[in-house]
Structure formats: structure tokens, C-alpha cells
T-cell receptor
Framework: DADVTQTPRNRITKTGKRIMLECSQT?????MYWYRQDPGLGLRLIYY???????NKGEISDGYSVSRQAQAKFSLSLESAIPNQTALYFC???????????????FGPGTRLTVL | KNEVEQSPQNLTAQEGEFITINCSYS?????LHWLQQHPGGGIVSLFM???GKKKHGRLIATINIQEKHSSLHITASHPRDSAVYIC?????????FGTGTSLTVIP
């Protein structure tokens, strides 16, 4: 079984609809991240969470919200989807024990979202 | 403003060639990562570096902290190395990513 899972893997929706993307991990990591990837732009950070009570905005948080329901679960919501939110979305986790060398990120398989 | 710059953006090589991908960054970092993204979209971590050099099979990664520069080398390239290679830096709180280098290795 994959350590970091995302659901759904693909989603097509219409402008104005509310969408939730879910991420679960079995690695026991405290840190979780949501990124979007657009062609030619690389991965950009939307939100990140260092533990259940610690949620932070990333570079491009406008139009998105998140919920850290438990250590293992981190959901991303688009309250009212718009076409320029069409992208590939990745969840990632990392552990942090004070030593940077161990702060490796583990990525989920990605969710391809299309907003019509 | 791009915190991480990669070059080249695209690279085509013949099987067996030695390949170098470069990464420059402008922020203070605690570590630098090289990632590989397969054509299907999945991303895996290849290396984490905070100094010096690491080797894994045919892949070698180096970093020069003073010059804020890292290189990823692939020796004896193979068609299965075809992928997008992404440089990412960890500032301690956030990760910043390069736009990736798309590598195609032709048999």
C-alpha cells in the first residue's frame, strides 16, 4: 500500500462548484503540504501544516482552504472552483526531527483537477 | 522572482551519454533535494544534500553551498532515465521548487 494517498485521482468539475481533495498518510509524519503544479511553473506551495493545530498559508493560498483532521489526514478545499485552478495537485509529507538531512518529502500520486 | 533556477529546461541525449543538470538558488537553505517526476506524474526523491556529494548507482549529486549551486549527473544514461528532474530547496520552513528539466534519452 502507498504511504501517501490522494483521492480522487482525477476530477472534472464546473465553475462555482465546491471541491475537496483528500490526502492520507501512513508514515506517521507531522508535516503535510499541498502543492499545485502547472506546466512551466513548477510546484507551488498552497498550504502547509506542521501539526494538527498548526496550519500556514503558502505562496498561492487565495481561493483555497485546508483542514487537518488528524495527523494522518490533510484536506484541500476549493470553495468555488474557477478554471485557472485547473492543475495537478500534490500532497506531500515530511518528518522533522531537527536534522535537515531527514526532512525528505514524500509525495502522493497527484490529483488531476479540471475546472470547466 | 524565482528562488530556484534550473538549466537546461529540456535535454535530449543519446543512450550512454553523460548528463548534467544544474540548479542555482538564491535563498538560505538547510538542504537541497533532487526529485524525479515520471511521465505518469509520480514524484520520488532521489537525493537530499546539505554539503558535498552523494552517489546512488549511476546518479551523482553535488552541492556548493558558498556558490549556491548544485548539479545532478547521470552517467551512462538509459532511456528509462527519461523523466523530469526537479531541484528543490528546503529553507527549514518551506520548500521552493525549480521548474524542472525534461530529459529524453534516445536509444
Amino acid at each position: 500500500d502507498a504511504d501517501v494517498t490522494q483521492t480522487p485521482r482525477n476530477r472534472i468539475t464546473k465553475t462555482g462548484k465546491r471541491i475537496m481533495l483528500e490526502c492520507s498518510q501512513t508514515k506517521g509524519h507531522d508535516r503535510m503540504y499541498w502543492y499545485r503544479q502547472d506546466p512551466g511553473l513548477g510546484l507551488r506551495l498552497i498550504y502547509y501544516s506542521f501539526d494538527v493545530k498548526d496550519i500556514n498559508k503558502g505562496e498561492i493560498s487565495d481561493g483555497y482552504s485546508v483542514s487537518r483532521q488528524a495527523q494522518a489526514k490533510f484536506s484541500l478545499s476549493l470553495e468555488s472552483a474557477i478554471p485557472n485552478q485547473t492543475a495537478l495537485y500534490f500532497c506531500a509529507t515530511s518528518d522533522h526531527n531537527g536534522v535537515a538531512a531527514y526532512n525528505e518529502q514524500f509525495f502522493g500520486p497527484g490529483t488531476r483537477l479540471t475546472v470547466l | 522572482k524565482n528562488e530556484v533556477e534550473q538549466s537546461p529546461q529540456n535535454l535530449t541525449a543519446q543512450e550512454g551519454e553523460f548528463i548534467t543538470i544544474n540548479c542555482s538558488y538564491s535563498v538560505g537553505i538547510s538542504a537541497l533535494h533532487w526529485l524525479q517526476q515520471h511521465p505518469g506524474g509520480g514524484i520520488v526523491s532521489l537525493f537530499m544534500l546539505s554539503s558535498g556529494k552523494k552517489k546512488h548507482g549511476r546518479l551523482i549529486a553535488t552541492i556548493n553551498i558558498q556558490e549556491k549551486h548544485s548539479s545532478l549527473h547521470i552517467t551512462a544514461s538509459h532511456p528509462r532515465d527519461s523523466a523530469v528532474y526537479i531541484c528543490a530547496v528546503d529553507t527549514g520552513n518551506q520548500f521552493y521548487f525549480g521548474t524542472g528539466t525534461s530529459l529524453t534519452v534516445i536509444p
